[in-house]
């Protein structure tokens, strides 16, 4: 099996991994595991990697409970990062009616790479339409629709999705929000100029004490991220700092 980077476990699949992930299959077919079983045992049967990605979010976004400000995510993919983000909020803010969740994504895949990305590396899918989640999207907006019947106030939107390429529309969002404060900012774009593009954008808009997370920094496969992060700190005389117990987010830094 080829070392592939898998979106959700920010990290290199070996063979072991493939392994592993046919003998969870395999214990689905044979028992007839209901897809809702699935969801409430979701302990018994997730990969420690995927609880650590999870609890990682978790330790992050309590650093900023007391701090004003929606939250962004940049690059949803398939929703894991948005949707995490948007129940700890159900959780913890649920008297709070204003604070959202806004998604950013294309939903179609990487745009051309920047010299600064390194080269194609199809095993990662790193190209032009790489990780493309349209098959997806559907599915993901009804999550949503269910997600909001469940909660305790259902007609006040809790999540938004902004359809576009990253670099196009954040500036856009930006200005057409002007009111607009910021907590937390997930960065999972992968790529240089969506991911130089938000910094600029939305750091004067994220609160002091908000928090910025970046899921492939200084990840050797994803030069792009890791080039737009340590540029603007450098300016801005930041050290990315990450949780010694997790691979995945690469990096976060607090507005000081």
Same mark, same amino acid.
């Given at each position: ?25 395999r ?67 649920i ?25 194609n ?10 990780f493309?989640a ?5 599915? +993901? ?5 269910t /997600? *909001?019947? !469940?909660?305790? &106030? %259902?007609? =006040? ?19 057409n929000?002007?009111? +607009? ?5 997930? /960065? *999972?774009? !992968?790529?240089? &100029? %969506?991911? =130089? ?9 994220l609160?002091?004490?908000?928090i ?17 992060? !340590?540029?603007?700190?450098?300016? =801005? ?7 010694s117990w997790?691979?995945?987010p690469?990096?976060?830094f607090?507005?000081?």
């Open positions: 099996m080829k070392n592939q980077k898998d979106k959700f476990d920010g990290y290199k699949k070996q063979g072991t991994d493939k392994k592993t992930e046919q003998n969870l299959e214990i689905f077919k044979q028992s007839k595991i209901s897809p809702l079983d699935s969801c409430k045992l979701f302990p018994v049967f997730a990969r420690r990697q995927w609880l650590k990605r999870f609890l990682a979010h978790y330790e992050l976004y309590k650093m900023t409970l007391d701090i004003p400000g929606d939250i962004i995510e940049l690059g949803v993919f398939k929703g894991s990062g948005l949707m995490t983000w948007a129940n700890l909020l159900e959780i913890h803010a008297g709070d009616r204003t604070k959202k969740v806004f998604g950013f994504d294309n939903w179609k895949g990487f745009n051309k790479l920047h010299k600064k990305d390194g080269q590396n199809a095993d990662f899918q790193k190209a032009q339409g790489g493309s349209s098959y997806f999207f559907e599915a +993901l907006q009804q999550a949503i629709t /997600f *909001d019947g !469940d909660r305790f &106030i %259902p007609w =006040k939107k809790r999540i938004e999705l902004i359809n576009g390429n990253i670099e196009k529309t954040i500036p856009v969002f930006v200005k929000n002007p009111g +607009l404060r910021l907590s937390l900012i997930h /960065f *999972d774009c !992968d790529m240089y &100029i %969506p991911t =130089k593009t938000a910094l600029k954008y939305l750091w004067p808009i609160s002091k004490g908000g910025c997370i970046f899921d492939e920094y200084s990840i050797h496969e994803w030069p792009g991220e890791t080039a737009a992060v !340590d540029e603007f700190c450098g300016k =801005k005389n930041i050290i990315p700092r990450k949780l997790s691979n995945t690469g990096a976060y607090v507005k000081k």
